[in-house]
């Protein structure tokens, strides 16, 4: 990897590990937005970054004759599991969404089986279904028994990560030739589309904090624009094998961060699930050869 490819892989890492701090921010009950708000906020910002590189670039109007697999993809990637995170986090920190989140390529394993992937039944690889599963386990167990966090919303963010493993399967079947530009940033017009009357229905009513306001900013253009953005740049660069590895960074990161800035509790549950999860899906996501 080049030093230039590095530098873009830690920073994809970075940008996909802060937002769940923004999020929890943004969606404060107190001072912040409703959580559909910050979906419609980030998506607007994030299409008018990527729809203009994906025009210029000249992908865009192809991958736009597939938006039915557009639609499909925006739903399991955006529309459901961006609201679903946001709400949660009104009750669980944000570093325990972020490992929450770091189980897709657990699910991903599980779901490529579905579509006639049989690599997943290596032994490496059931055995880090089997760690990782153990270390969410333990995880939610210790979190809702200890009553550090929300127990509905520790499963919010699991259906979310299960709505990710799937978006990404069923888009890289359906369209393996397409610009990942082009269909996230069509992607996210679509998902504007559909929250748009969250505008009318739940814009606050009370007064809003600046640290909410440029949360939400921050999410859309840093989180979700630019970060898109340098992912399929990298992803280009080096393969989406390796590149596949900035998950695990995001997941220290949105721990990491969350502490620091937000001084999040480290919890036991946190200490317990993180190195299970990580380890986990990594042996998961990993084929080795035959």
Known sequence: MSRRNLILFLLSGFLWGIPYLFIRVAVDPQDGFHPAIVVLGRVV???????PIAIYDKTFFTALKNWRYIAVYALFEMVGPWILIGTAEQKISSGLAGLLVSSVPIFSTLIASRYGDKSVWQPKRLFGIAIGFLGV?????????????????????????IGYAFAVIYITRKMP?????????????????????????????????YEAIYSLIALGVFSTGIAFA?????????????????????????????????????????????????????????RTSA
Not at 249 to 272: D, K, R, S
């Open 137 to 161: 386990f333990l995880l939610v167990g210790i979190e809702s028994l200890t009553g550090s966090s929300d127990p509905l919303s520790i499963l919010m963010v699991i259906a979310a990560s």
């Open 45 to 51: 910002i994030g299409a008018l970054i990527l729809i």
């Open 230 to 286: 340098i992912f399929f740049a990298v992803m280009a660069e080096i393969g989406p094998t390796r590149a596949s590895l900035v998950t695990y960074m995001n997941t220290a990161f949105a721990v990491i961060l969350g502490v620091i800035i937000l001084n999040e509790p480290l919890t036991l549950g946190i200490i317990v699930g993180l190195p299970l999860v990580l380890i986990g899906s990594y042996l998961a996501s990993r």
């Open 177 to 209: 030739e397409g610009s990942g530009v082009a269909i996230n940033g069509i992607a996210m017009a679509m998902t504007a589309v559909f929250y748009s009357p969250a505008l009318f229905i739940f814009w606050p009513d009370r007064a809003v904090s």
